[in-house]
């Protein structure tokens, strides 16, 4: 579609366009800025200017080319019929609706929004934060009739956002809190979401009371709301089915509803295993669970977390391993609910088995993690990498190390082992993301290439022999 006083068109075939840092005019919020957030609040009919588009602080134009700024949007809406329990699901939709203007890329959701504008936009004329504000407000109008108001305010004076983002965040902790108590036994369906099928086509997320969305913004009841609201949209019922296995929350209503909308990729689906065919996942999940098999743990990062995850790798790594709709048994992206929730990775533990996460994090969610194991999982400050993680652990005597072999055990063997020890095992289910590593063929001789990809390799010994020395022997 196009309006006449929009310089750029508009439309879903613009939703999944990325803007590359080199095409970018501007990147707004992003992993480089502490301060970020989207908001859209119902408010009464009189306290809604139906068109009006403010901006509080330099205007795109004026922003400094290829620069990160903080940035904030906040969409107010009024109509008769609506309610405020519909508010996270409009908040949802700004997602899309930034994405269907040409040269906007917008990802993830709520405080860790990202978005950027692309230079040839811009040199077309969208100079201006009012265009994108007109398109957000025609957008809600044309998909949600109920909304017969809307007005939009951004925010990219520095102090301003920070402000604005305490209010967000308190915000966003009251509609947490609604779904809170509620669990997976006492319904009869949950809801699919379909939303982000555009970056990640066969990702189906699951939402049940007791498993909030990935991304963080969208609970059960918010899913309900949407799929009753607009029954043609992302949101959709699912019959819970037969429960086959309560523990790991295998339903058989979710695996037909993953086979359909996966197209045919993701057959099964365990609600609330990590380890065993978790979830498949989009990309704008709030954080990463990763399985540790140096320590038999679960280490979390999220996505504000600017170094890297005790595992030696950076939430950026890990996100382009688990993303893109795969199901990737031992990492899985997980919103900051999820960790409140009593069904949090149930068949491995739950919080007995986490043995790592940033310590912002750690804060956040202070009221879930038992008392007893909150000073016995490590953050930044106590560990920074595997070796300093295992001193850590056995000092505080963290549950997971009872799990371990016992040293007198593992020197035995390791006394008895052959010079040329058998190569180890590992658990088929587990794959660890690493960098592609090859090594290249030697100037002269036999040519072979070698590539390691989503694997871990320890091994005393490494051999190389020629296949035709191998014939000879025989």
Not at 37 to 66: A, Q, S
Not at 153 to 160: G, Q
Not at 365 to 391: G, M, Q, S
Request: aromatic residues 10%; glycine residues 6%.
């Amino acid at each position: 579609m196009s309006f006449a006083d929009i310089p750029v068109d508009v439309g879903v075939v613009y939703e999944g366009e990325r803007v590359r840092k080199e095409q970018m005019f501007v990147e707004l919020g992003g992993p480089d800025e502490d301060h970020k957030f989207e908001l859209l609040l119902v408010k009464p009919m009189e306290e809604v200017e139906d068109g009006k588009v403010e901006v509080v602080g330099p205007d795109l134009k004026d922003l400094p080319e290829g620069e990160h700024v903080p940035f904030g949007v906040k969409v107010e809406v009024a109509g008769e019929q609506l309610e405020r329990d519909l508010e996270g699901v409009f908040e949802r939709r700004i997602h899309d609706f930034f994405n269907y203007i040409q040269g906007v890329m917008h990802l993830n959701q709520r405080d860790t929004i990202w978005l950027r504008v692309a230079k040839s936009s811009v040199q077309k004329g969208l100079d201006s934060f009012r265009y994108i504000g007109l398109v957000l407000q025609r957008m809600f109008k044309a998909e949600f009739p109920i909304i017969e108001k809307a007005q939009v305010t951004f925010y990219t004076d520095p102090k301003a956002v920070e402000e604005q983002l305490k209010f967000a965040r308190e915000v966003y902790e009251a509609r947490d809190a609604r779904v809170r108590g509620m669990r997976d036994e006492d319904v009869d369906e949950f809801y699919g979401c379909t939303l982000c099928q555009s970056f990640a086509p066969t990702n189906v997320c699951i939402i049940t009371p007791q498993r909030y969305a990935a991304c963080g913004a969208i609970s059960w009841l918010d899913a309900r709301a949407s799929a009753r609201i607009n029954p043609s949209g992302p949101n959709f019922p699912i019959p819970k089915g037969e429960c086959k296995d309560p523990d790991l929350g295998w339903y058989t209503g979710v695996d037909e509803a993953a086979k359909k909308y996966s197209m045919g990729e993701i057959e099964h689906i365990n609600l609330y295993s990590l380890l065993d065919h978790p979830p498949c996942i989009c990309g704008c999940f709030e954080a990463v669970a990763f399985y540790i098999p140096e320590v038999d743990g679960i280490g979390i990062v999220h996505r504000d977390f600017k170094g890297v995850a005790v595992n030696g790798l950076p939430f950026s790594t890990l996100a382009d391993q688990t993303a893109g709709g795969r199901q990737v048994p031992g990492f899985n992206g997980i919103s900051i609910e999820y960790m409140r929730s009593s069904r949090f990775f149930k068949p491995e533990g739950g919080w007995s088995r986490v043995v790592w996460l940033p310590k912002a994090v750690k804060e956040r969610v202070k009221d879930a993690i038992p008392p007893e194991l909150y000073d016995k999982i490590a953050t930044e400050e106590d560990a920074t990498n595997l070796e300093e993680l295992k001193e850590f652990l056995k000092r505080v005597n963290h549950p997971v190390v009872e799990r371990w072999p016992k040293e007198e055990e593992e020197e035995e063997v390791e006394e008895a082992a052959p010079p040329e020890a058998a190569p180890p095992t590992f658990a088929p289910t587990v794959q660890v993301p690493m960098q592609p590593v090859t090594m290249p063929a030697a100037p002269a001789g036999p040519s072979f290439k070698i590539s390691f990809k989503n694997v871990r390799v320890r091994a005393e010994k490494l051999v190389f022999r020629k296949l035709e020395e191998e014939k000879k022997k025989k």
